[in-house]
């Protein structure tokens, strides 16, 4: 069994993370039910989704500045995480609506999860080292899809209790921590000698290569948590419009989402021949568009604005792998996973204020609040512009 999964060893890390990432937005796929069950409102849904983004960036403060992910094995780190996020993800069902205990739960939640993204990364760098961009592409098209499964769920449960999906996210994640465990480490990164100092994993902000790299990584974290967290309400809207049942908003949610997996998948193969650079670049640009010009057609048919949320969650996402890859060829090699730790530290940070602004003002601003997600990929472009890059890299 153990041979089988070394054999192929990226397929086991991207469905484990496909696995492990369902309990991020496990609580937006069944929004509406439990919204409607328990009174909450979208401000709620905004508190909570902020408590699982804090929660990560905690969890990837802490591996940053302590050097956890170049410490100790990142197959049993991710492995722990997935068990103790399963546990806390279904503790939830108990707590739901019951602050400060629901929005605790969902913070532990994200602590969980910084065991689980930055650890795959780095799984997928020692594994599969010769493309990364490609391969960390199929890694964030799993955490796409993980973020997407939740809805999908919903949709295929209506009718059942909102605590089935939620559970199911939670078996998920046990069986995602343990393929990763059977799996182990890859052999292509060095040990570490267990005496890194603390602060190894901010030792690559010293180079300005990965500053600029990290820089267009900001970008494009303010804008995608906060349009993913926008899209069961901008789906709704046009449902709304078209007189159709919410029932098919977490269908739709989940297609506008999931659809991403094929843009970073599809970034990934480009990468292998225009680099990762070109390929965040184009991303970045096609995004950047639909932020701006969206609100503006907002009175087209409600159908062609909905194949517009389709197109725009294939771009949306479609940098971040290639972002990823840019900043491991950057990274000290002896401090990549603390390296990229603090990229997603600081990276998910800032989806804490565009999901603040964007899920409060949805109710004053409707289809216009995506206006406020614009500054991310101008920001993100000109981060990038600062330093040329590297030959080779991609």
């Not at 048919?301 to 290639?322: H, R, Y």
Request: hydrophobic content about 55%; overall charge positive.
């Amino acid at each position: 069994m153990i041979d089988l999964l070394r054999r192929y060893p990226l397929p086991v890390i991207v469905l484990a993370q496909l696995f492990g990432t369902s309990l991020w937005f496990s609580i937006n796929g069944v929004w509406l039910s439990l919204s409607a069950e328990l009174g909450l409102t979208e401000t709620d849904l905004g508190r909570l989704t902020l408590a699982v983004q804090a929660g990560f960036i905690a969890g990837t403060l802490t591996i940053a500045v302590t050097g956890l992910a170049d410490r100790f094995g990142a197959s049993r780190i991710f492995a722990l995480s997935s068990l103790l996020g399963a546990l806390v993800n279904g503790g939830f069902v108990f707590a739901a609506g019951a602050p400060p205990l629901d929005f605790l739960l969902r913070f532990a939640t994200g602590l969980c999860l910084a065991g689980i993204y930055p650890l795959g990364m780095k799984m997928v760098i020692a594994w599969t080292p010769k493309y990364a961009g490609a391969a960390l592409a199929w890694l964030v098209g799993m955490l796409t899809l993980g973020t997407a499964l939740p809805h999908l769920m919903r949709g295929a449960t209506l009718g059942m209790p909102w605590e089935w999906p939620l559970m199911a996210a939670s078996c998920l994640a046990l069986a995602g921590g343990l393929l990763v465990f059977l799996l182990g480490d890859g052999p292509h990164l060095p040990k570490s000698s267990g005496r890194l100092p603390l602060s190894q994993g901010l030792a690559a902000l010293r180079i300005p290569r990965f500053r600029a790299v990290a820089g267009g990584y900001f970008g494009h974290m303010w804008e995608l948590y906060a349009f993913w967290t926008l899209t069961p309400l901008l789906i709704g809207r046009e449902l709304q419009r078209l007189g159709q049942a919410e029932a098919l908003v977490p269908w739709l949610s989940f297609a506008v989402i999931g659809i991403g997996a094929a843009g970073c998948v599809g970034g990934g193969r480009l990468s292998r021949t225009l680099g990762s650079e070109w390929v965040a670049r184009r991303a970045l640009m096609a995004s950047g568009a639909f932020c701006l010009l969206y609100p503006w057609l907002n009175g087209l048919a409600p159908v062609l604005l909905i194949a517009l949320l389709i197109v725009w969650g294939i771009a949306v996402v479609a940098d971040s792998p290639q972002f990823s890859a840019l900043a491991a060829a950057t990274a000290p090699k002896e401090s990549v996973g603390s390296s990229l730790a603090v990229m997603n530290a600081v990276g998910f940070g800032l989806t804490l204020p565009a999901i603040w602004l964007t899920s409060g003002l949805w109710g004053q601003l409707n289809v216009w609040v995506v206006l406020l997600l614009f500054p991310g990929p101008v920001l993100g472009l000109w981060s990038l512009s600062r330093s040329r890059p590297e030959a080779g890299s991609g």
